[in-house]
């Protein structure tokens, strides 16, 4: 695909930047959003903005979604202006958010009767690897499909990997969230434990980084515990969200989860306790207040 037309929907703060990203490799964008400085910033750089999601589609060889949920994706693909009633045969999809597996076969199955194809592509890294094209892209759908539109992928991320049938992505990003919070929380945790107890949170961490539970997710724990520093950009109500995510999904193939509903319950109590801005690491505090 030459020169394919973008249409871009969901310009926070990594879309913003992946949109940047594209537009800085000489990519044509259609742009919609809620952040009305990224809209505006994306204008300035000659995109241009379309006032529903068909209106989008209709202008598009490729339409990226960058939301929040399965709810939201499901949203602009369907209704009298989503994006369905406005697809072209020969159009891909991009959802590149953390969505429901079950959710994104169903939209995809919607669009092949249109003849449009659909990757699904969660990311993994920060909004600063989006503006330089060093994302994490686990991408999953059709091996044609993917193949169309990698160029394109490759000028966002550093690692773009091919996952295998639709749904695939998301269900992999699912696990990896799963792992990552669970390990935020328990760490959280265990520093919060140390804090009730009267044991020097700091000496703890060298302790316990000196040994095998080393991990970029303690060093940010660290971060907030102990410095009181919080810079995991990630946020409680997001975190929350990816693992009431991974338990429907294992709750519908008949998996227990009982760690992940663990987490899911101490993400939830933060969310009731007003964190859900705060990055996941704050949940420290729940842990100190509350009791650990």
């Given at each position: 695909?030459?020169?394919?037309?973008?249409?871009?929907?969901?310009l926070?703060?990594?879309?913003?930047?992946?949109?940047?990203?594209?537009?800085?490799?000489?990519?044509?964008?259609?742009?919609?959003?809620?952040?009305?400085?990224?809209?505006?910033?994306?204008?300035?750089?000659?995109?241009?903005?379309?006032?529903?999601p068909?209106?989008?589609?209709?202008?598009s060889?490729?339409?990226?979604?960058?939301?929040?949920?399965?709810?939201?994706?499901?949203?602009?693909?369907?209704?009298?202006?989503?994006i369905l009633?406005?697809?072209?045969?020969?159009?891909?999809?991009?959802?590149?958010?953390?969505?429901?597996?079950?959710?994104?076969?169903?939209?995809?199955?919607?669009?092949?009767?249109?003849?449009?194809?659909?990757?699904?592509?969660?990311?993994?890294?920060?909004?600063?690897?989006?503006?330089?094209?060093?994302?994490?892209?686990?991408?999953?759908?059709?091996?044609?499909?993917f193949?169309?539109?990698?160029?394109?992928?490759?000028?966002?991320?550093e690692?773009?990997?091919?996952?295998?049938?639709?749904?695939?992505?998301?269900?992999?990003?699912?696990?990896?969230?799963?792992?990552?919070?669970?390990?935020?929380?328990?760490?959280?945790?265990?520093?919060?434990?140390?804090?009730?107890?009267?044991?020097?949170?700091?000496?703890?961490?060298?302790?316990?980084?000196?040994?095998?539970?080393?991990?970029?997710?303690?060093?940010?724990?660290?971060?907030?515990?102990?410095?009181?520093?919080?810079?995991?950009?990630?946020?409680?109500?997001?975190?929350?969200?990816?693992?009431?995510?991974?338990?429907?999904?294992?709750?519908?193939?008949?998996?227990?989860?009982?760690?992940?509903?663990?987490?899911?319950?101490?993400?939830?109590?933060?969310?009731?306790?007003?964190?859900?801005?705060?990055?996941?690491?704050?949940?420290?505090?729940?842990?100190?207040?509350?009791?650990?």
């Amino acid at each position: 695909m030459t020169n394919p037309k973008i249409g871009f929907i969901g310009l926070g703060q990594m879309g913003g930047n992946m949109a940047e990203c594209l537009q800085n490799n000489r990519y044509d964008l259609v742009v919609m959003g809620r952040n009305r400085a990224s809209v505006e910033a994306t204008l300035a750089r000659g995109a241009v903005e379309a006032s529903t999601p068909k209106k989008l589609a209709l202008a598009s060889d490729i339409v990226m979604l960058c939301v929040t949920t399965s709810e939201a994706v499901e949203s602009l693909i369907y209704g009298d202006e989503g994006i369905l009633a406005g697809i072209k045969p020969g159009t891909t999809i991009i959802d590149f958010g953390t969505s429901i597996p079950a959710s994104t076969q169903k939209i995809g199955a919607d669009l092949a009767a249109k003849g449009a194809g659909m990757i699904d592509a969660p990311l993994g890294r920060t909004p600063a690897h989006a503006k330089d094209g060093l994302l994490n892209i686990l991408a999953a759908g059709d091996i044609d499909t993917f193949e169309k539109v990698k160029p394109v992928l490759d000028v966002l991320g550093e690692n773009v990997f091919y996952l295998g049938a639709l749904g695939s992505g998301h269900v992999t990003k699912l696990i990896n969230n799963f792992m990552g919070m669970t390990t935020v929380c328990a760490m959280s945790q265990a520093f919060a434990v140390a804090k009730r107890t009267g044991i020097d949170v700091q000496q703890l961490f060298d302790i316990m980084s000196a040994g095998p539970s080393n991990s970029p997710f303690m060093q940010f724990c660290k971060n907030y515990a102990v410095d009181g520093v919080s810079d995991l950009g990630f946020s409680i109500a997001n975190a929350a969200k990816d693992i009431g995510y991974f338990v429907q999904m294992t709750q519908e193939m008949n998996i227990q989860v009982e760690i992940a509903e663990g987490t899911a319950a101490n993400l939830a109590a933060a969310l009731e306790a007003g964190m859900g801005h705060g990055n996941v690491p704050e949940i420290y505090d729940l842990f100190v207040h509350r009791g650990a």
